[in-house]
């Protein structure tokens, strides 16, 4: 059974910084890009950052310079590290991975539970 497990969120001021992790159980994601999507109270599922196998990295205009994705794929595992944080960055942060790189939620097969971030003012 393929699961992918988010942790790493919480409650943070703004400007501070957390860092989620994704670890990948039930199968190798080592040819997979993996990335991490969000979603506020009230809008769609939106995404956030994904990284090929490579290394190669794409990122939304909104975190653009102050979010970073790495991967560690002898690991199955996958971080996003968040500074500057701001209040629109509140959201459920969501872990997927997928074959091909979508910016679209819909179509994506592998989804974590989702882990909280809170962005106080």
């Known amino acids: 059974q393929v699961q992918l497990g988010e942790s790493g969120g919480g409650l943070v001021q703004a400007g501070g910084s957390l860092r989620l992790s994704c670890a990948a159980s039930g199968r190798t994601f080592s040819t997979y890009y993996m990335g991490w999507f969000r979603q506020a109270p009230g809008k769609e599922r939106e995404f956030v950052a994904a990284i090929r196998w490579t290394g190669s990295t794409y990122y939304a205009d909104s975190v653009k310079g102050r979010f970073t994705i790495s991967r560690d794929n002898a690991k199955n595992t996958v971080y996003l590290q968040m500074n500057s944080l701001k209040p629109e960055d509140t959201a459920v942060y969501y872990c997927?991975?997928?074959?091909?790189?979508?910016?679209?939620?819909?179509?994506?097969?592998?989804w974590g539970q989702g882990t909280q971030v809170t962005v106080s003012s």
């Open positions: 997927a991975a997928d074959r091909f790189l979508r910016n679209d939620a819909s179509n994506i097969p592998y």
